[in-house]
């Protein structure tokens, strides 16, 4: 048995209770994200019961007979960033959360880090990454100075023209960071954002790179590696937990390379966890304020469903979540804190069941578990009684 989770990076489905507490109550990602594109094509998703789960947009069609389970999740840590919602997922709530800099970092720090790698930096302050590098490329391409930025989640971003500082180097600049972020001037990540011209344009390339701090616990991740099993890991999965428990990692340069890699993963004999992360959503789209377009890839993504079951073992199951919110429609530029959407599909499910609401993103990695047949993470329910698997 394989259990193939995919995270549709961002793509939340209402706020949370809590959510004013973040500045985001009224977020809705997929909601305003169809008020602004109208009805969605996306007849995979929504057979699989997606426009079934409470509080969906009226742009996001029920059907009678869904083919997966559905349900939504809350999330019990606090924040609203990709590596806690990826670490909830996985069993591990965080009860602290990370360090941010609103002001940019400290002085003390950046003194030492500018010693360390033998330059001064640029920037320094909260900022949109396709922003910045236009408003500071000229001096960063002058100069040779990485650009330095950070956002309202826990985060060093540095990013830099690979003509003028080559990529090895900003990945080598990033791990002197990481190493130093940590203790006062903790850090979750440290990411690599580098960028070329083109034609006169600067345009980020997929070489992206995330430095994220060790989880403090054992994950779903561990528990499966430790019992012999694969933890295929693709996209930005093995950055958000540094490598721990992931046994095979491959980098993709885009949603659509990303649903390729899975479907490789999937045609593979092993038994463990193929974990996808579909970062376009959020990186691209969410982040970009960009409705219209998150709305295509969605409709993009939708197409290849079909693509991926037919991939799958009769004994597989197939998961599909997000990791947090990222209404596009929303002020600033951040993350919001929604709940997240979930469907799973086998080909043995007659018909989908109603999960409801739960109340941990952590429910997830305890039915991982359960399928696998694992120890169990700190945290989570399981929900593999709604599941029915075919034996292979």
């Known amino acids: 048995m394989r259990v193939i989770l995919i995270v549709m990076d961002s793509l939340g489905i209402g706020s949370l209770p809590d959510a004013s507490s973040y500045g985001d109550e009224g977020a809705n990602t997929i909601s305003h994200i169809t008020e602004k594109c109208g009805k969605l094509n996306i007849p995979n998703l929504e057979s699989l019961g997606y426009g079934n789960i409470t509080g969906n947009s009226d742009g996001v069609y029920a059907v009678a007979r869904p083919a997966g389970c559905f349900g939504r999740l809350a999330e019990a840590s606090k924040g609203k960033d990709t590596t806690t919602g990826h670490w909830e997922i996985a069993g591990l709530e965080t009860d602290v959360p990370f360090k941010t800099y609103p002001e940019g970092f400290p002085k003390e720090f950046m003194d030492a880090f500018h010693e360390a790698i033998g330059t001064e930096t640029l920037g320094n302050y909260p900022a949109s990454g396709t922003e910045i590098i236009e408003v500071l490329g000229d001096e960063h391409e002058a100069t040779g100075k990485p650009i330095v930025y950070t956002s309202a989640d826990s985060v060093f971003q540095i990013a830099a023209n690979t003509d003028v500082i080559p990529l090895e180097r900003l990945y080598q600049i990033c791990e002197i960071a990481r190493k130093m972020l940590t203790g006062k001037f903790a850090c979750c990540r440290v990411i690599a954002r580098p960028y070329e011209k083109v034609n006169g344009k600067r345009v980020r390339t997929p070489d992206r790179r995330d430095y994220s701090v060790d989880p403090p616990e054992k994950t779903v991740l561990d528990n499966i590696a430790e019992a012999g099993q694969t933890v295929y890991a693709v996209g930005k999965i093995r950055d958000i937990f540094n ?80 990791d947090h919110g990222n209404d596009p429609t929303w002020t600033g530029t951040d993350h919001t804190r929604e709940y997240i959407p979930l469907m799973i599909y086998t080909h043995g499910n007659a018909h989908g069941e109603d999960l409801g609401t739960r109340k941990t993103f952590a429910d997830i990695g305890a039915t991982i578990a359960d399928l696998l047949d694992v120890k169990r993470p700190l945290h989570g329910k399981s929900m593999s009684g709604y599941i029915e698997v075919y034996p292979d």
């Open 243 to 322: 490598g721990k428990g992931i046994t095979t990692a491959v980098h993709t340069v885009s949603n659509m390379d990303g649903v390729d890699k899975t479907i490789e993963a999937i045609n593979k004999d092993f038994k463990g966890l193929i974990f996808t992360n579909l970062v376009d959503f959020d990186a691209k789209f969410g982040h970009r304020r960009n409705p219209e377009g998150y709305g295509r890839a969605i409709e993009e993504f939708d197409k290849r469903i079909p693509d991926i079951i037919r991939a799958m073992n009769m004994d597989d199951v197939l998961m599909i979540t997000a």
